[in-house]
């Protein structure tokens, strides 16, 4: 089981996500693809969206909903399920936000640096974007199996990298998720093969920066 402050931390985060984090009629679906799968080509190609978003994260989506069904979490966000369950539950729920997460902070106008207060933090915590690039695909590249590299922000917005094995996320930690790059190689195989940094570095030029900066600007409210 998660600790409280896990549970006390995320309703912050869960009204300001613009992902859908509260089942409706006692169902989750996968958050609406705000682009054709093939407008991030050629960082992510049409047919890794189709398998990656069509094929795996309805399958998360669709076993959380059989698993929860008459039970204490029906009627929880995703975040609640994340911060307090464990085993089957815990996972598919975490790989549903998570993917929720992952595909609306992506465009085909991405690219650039985060200003604002993010930038700050950033700079505050790393010295340099730059620097702050180097070390999360580092993070990410040397997680070893399958999994997340997140940055995450405390309540006091202070900012961390956190790799999370499996279907792991920082509101389990009691950390606001802000960016995730998924680590699974269903996120990259089919147009990076076994090159998982590449996959990484790529990314950098689709995140969208403007939703980044949303999720660290809504922490307090």
């Known amino acids: 089981m998660k600790t409280m402050l896990s549970i006390m931390s995320l309703f912050a985060f869960a009204a300001a996500a613009e992902a859908q984090t509260m089942p409706v009629d006692g169902r989750f679906e996968p958050v609406e693809l705000p682009y054709a799968e093939n407008a ?100 990410g590249a040397s997680l070893f199996g399958s999994g997340w590299v997140w940055l995450a922000a405390d309540k006091d917005g202070d900012l961390t990298i956190v790799k999370e094995p499996n279907g792991g996320n920082p509101v389990a930690r009691g950390l606001t998720p802000l960016l995730g790059f998924d680590v699974w190689e269903h996120a990259y195989y089919l147009d990076y093969n076994n090159r998982r940094a590449d996959h990484l570095n790529a990314l950098w030029r689709i995140v969208d920066w403007n939703e980044v900066e949303k999720r660290y600007d809504n922490l307090n409210q």
Request: charged share 20%; no cysteine.
């Open 40 to 139: 991030l080509e050629p960082i992510i190609s049409a047919e890794t969206v189709g398998l990656h978003y069509g094929k795996h994260l309805s399958a998360y989506a669709a076993t959380l909903n059989r698993l929860i069904e008459g039970t204490d979490f029906a009627d929880r966000s995703l975040e609640e399920i994340v911060a307090t369950s464990d085993g089957a539950v815990f996972n598919n729920a975490g790989q549903t936000l998570n993917h929720n997460l992952y595909f609306t902070q992506f465009s085909p106008d991405g690219g650039g640096e985060p200003q604002g207060a993010l930038r700050k933090a950033i700079d505050g915590a790393w010295g340099s974007f730059d620097r702050f690039k180097k070390d999360f695909v580092d993070a």
